[in-house]
């Protein structure tokens, strides 16, 4: 049985610009890895309607599941809720399971309310909210599509409580060895190893080591023995070649 | 004259499964701004041929650029020059010039040649070869099409090599100014405000300071004047709303 596969959507002009290094794909990926669902493709977009509503509608056609992080605050350039709605043409409003958790943080923080926390409460119709332990701003998930906060602390915290409840393939287990010659000298004899073991992902990453460049070899598959047996093979075969 | 637009795709299955963190989009990102080329979309895609075609025929039919990252080394998991091949419907073989860079880069090494090291002087025809100081192994330019290394510091030698020599628009200027306070307090005199400065961009980003919600409010456009003076108008405002 082939693993779910997923896709990333990033919303974020402020990663576009390069005014802020991109923080959660390596979160969602390592997670989903960790619960067997296989992250096949990430993109990143505008902070626009147009954009978002483009990309949300390809990916959620391609995938299982289809993720995305950033533009849902109170602000007006947090498009993300919005742009969901147009993409599933249902409606948007301020509901109110969700107006009792912006409510309860309000209370919690000692904060005044204010008609742009409510707004973090419009939710588009269909869609079950999305907890996280860091914030009272809920998340939330229309059909396929899982719609997280771009902070990275909510982010993460939001993962946290959402992956664990879908369904779940088979983890990938991988390991690793180094080899300490540039990868143009085995590149031969690992290709030749690659092929033999096609049920195996097996990649080459050129490393700096003390100036001189050495490469890690990384193996991925679905079982642990396996995984460990092509590695020890590799070790061998590598030595020699 | 609207700026050019480009699009970033990141190849690398690496990144997808969560080991390797995704470390050049903000160096092409601000390069790109710095030139007055608009970076509108970024996709990451897994090492194979069928998505790497899929996704380049889609980004060069929409971007006046399109640049990548990653598969150019020589080993048998780096399927870019061969797919960026495909994608033109152009051959591909390796190239005296680039031979002659490799050659070069053994020599000044002390290093002995390999099958492997000619792997990577496979260039599809009519491609331009893009140098870089850091390493003896070219990426290439074919039609609108950029490819360039994945490791971090030859991808942004790479950078500096190639940007200055494409077509620049007009550069991206920004500021920005800090509110002591969460962005749901003033969301309504923002969307005001931006909404009557429509020639700016004008983006909130929730920051945490001393434990305590305050906002970071960043103003670009394409005029230093104006940006300062908005950013000025914009900190007398929200010191009365």
């Known amino acids: 049985v082939p693993n779910p596969t997923a896709a990333f959507l990033v919303i974020g ?5 390069g005014r802020t290094r991109e923080a959660n794909i390596q979160v969602l990926a390592s997670a989903l890895t960790a619960a067997g ?9 505008r902070d626009g309607q147009e954009p978002i509503v483009t990309a949300v509608n390809a990916l959620r056609a391609a995938h299982d599941h ?8 109170p602000t007006h350039d947090d498009l993300t809720a919005d742009s969901i709605a ?3 043409g249902v409606g948007i409003d301020v509901r109110d399971d969700a107006r009792r958790m912006l409510e309860e943080l309000v209370r919690r923080r000692g904060i005044p309310m204010a008609e742009g926390i409510l ?33 990275p602390a909510i982010f993460a915290a939001m993962v946290e409580e959402l992956v664990p409840t879908l369904p779940h393939g088979s983890p990938t287990v991988s390991g690793s060895i180094v080899v300490e010659r540039g990868e143009a000298y085995f590149a ?3 290709a030749d190893f690659a092929h033999r073991h096609d049920d195996l992902s097996i ?5 700096q080591r003390d100036g001189r460049p050495v490469a890690e070899i990384v193996v ?3 079982d642990r023995a396996r995984v460990d047996a092509a590695l020890a093979e590799l070790a061998a075969l590598l030595a020699e070649a």
Chains 1, 2 share one sequence.
């Open 37 to 45: 669902i296989d992250l096949v493709e990430v993109r990143v977009v």
């Open 203 to 207: 990649g080459s990453y050129p490393v």
């Open 119 to 151: 707004r973090m409460a419009r939710i588009p119709d269909g869609a079950a909210l999305i907890g996280n332990r860091r914030s009272g701003a809920p998340g939330f998930s229309l059909g396929n599509v899982h719609v997280m906060a771009g902070v």
């Open 220 to 222: 991925r598959g679905r």
């Open 188 to 190: 031969a004899a690992l």
């Open 13 to 17: 002009d402020e990663i576009l610009s």
């Open 66 to 73: 289809v993720f995305t992080s950033g533009g849902i605050g």
């Open 86 to 88: 147009a993409a599933f």
